[in-house]
């Protein structure tokens, strides 16, 4: 068990890894890329450099700085956050972890599923977590829309409750081996449709298909998917956070573009630090209090 799991090894999640490694607590940093930096060429706005800099060896440096601190990384995608009363559990693509706490770092994904309908249809039978929701879905006819990693594992939970799938990408190709029993559309969307609950998708091509329920799996489990499927709050888009950098719930923080509309470096590392201080805060409180 950790102390800290930060989700994300951006400006914000290197950052709070620095001031929480360096003051001596057990510290792991979940990461899928290196976000917005690591796509970046250039960063000249950023104090303390005259020049330019590389963004890939801002972002290098930041990481290894935290290394230095025995900050650990391991690689996965979060799909989702379990808390409990004394700690939370991490579920990645590739395993779960657990820790006394959790700071959401993980910056927001650029790509996302725009199509008619989705908005207006969301919690009437459209749905981003089949854990949460799949059991309403029980011998129904439902889609996955994805064509992810992050498709194939809610995929995999929705066969769980109904054999009935279909996997919806979109106009992409599968980057993983879809079952053979699963049909695979490969259209692209034009609109969902539905009164006051899903009734089906219409596709650019004019066809239709019916379904009494549809998961949205698209691209990466990016902070805000995953934020809908544990239950923290959201607004625009961006995780709602208190003046310590805490969510609305207890022991998972959040910080930097996730939760910020002035997406820079330099307020992700202002974010970073100070979700550190308040969980460095409650940690020692908490060591006081087992003693």
């Given at each position: 068990?950790?102390?800290v799991i930060?989700?994300?090894?951006g ?6 890894g ?39 060896k ?12 025995n ?5 996965d ?7 409990s ?7 990645g693509l ?12 993980a910056?927001?994904?650029?790509r ?26 029980r ?26 799938v ?42 239709k ?5 549809i ?19 959201t ?8 003046s ?12 930097g573009?996730c ?33």
């Amino acid at each position: 068990m950790y102390d800290v799991i930060i989700i994300g090894k951006g400006p914000a999640g290197a950052q709070a890894g620095i001031y929480l490694g360096r003051a001596g607590f057990k510290t792991l940093i979940l990461y899928k890329d290196g976000g917005s930096l690591e796509k970046a060429d250039y960063v000249e706005n950023y104090y303390g450099f005259g020049k330019p800099v590389e963004a890939k060896k801002l972002l290098q440096e930041g990481v290894g700085q935290a290394r230095r601190f025995n900050v650990e990384f391991k690689e996965d995608q979060v799909v989702m956050l379990l808390p409990s009363e004394h700690s939370v559990s991490v579920q990645g693509l590739k395993g779960e972890y657990v820790a006394s706490y959790v700071i959401i770092a993980a910056g927001m994904t650029r790509r996302s599923l725009n199509v008619p309908g989705l908005r207006d249809l969301e919690g009437k039978g459209i749905s981003y977590c089949v854990t949460c929701d799949g059991f309403f879905f029980r011998n129904k006819k439902a889609a996955i829309i994805g064509y992810t990693d992050y498709a194939e594992h809610e995929l995999n939970n929705l066969l769980m409750f109904t054999k009935d799938v279909y996997l919806l990408t979109n106009g992409n190709n599968p980057e993983f081996d879809v079952p053979g029993e699963i049909p695979v559309i490969d259209k692209q969307i034009g609109r969902i449709y539905g009164q006051d609950s899903v009734e089906g998708v219409e596709f650019k091509d004019g066809s239709k298909q019916q379904f009494d329920g549809i998961f949205i799996a698209y691209g990466t489990a990016d902070a805000s998917s995953f934020s809908l499927k544990s239950g923290i709050a959201t607004e625009k888009g961006k995780i709602v956070v208190d003046s310590s950098k805490m969510t609305n719930i207890d022991r998972i923080y959040a910080a930097g573009d996730c939760i910020n509309t002035y997406m820079q470096v330099a307020t992700a590392v202002s974010d970073g630090a100070l979700a550190a201080r308040s969980v460095t805060e409650r940690l020692k409180e908490d060591r006081k209090r087992s003693k």
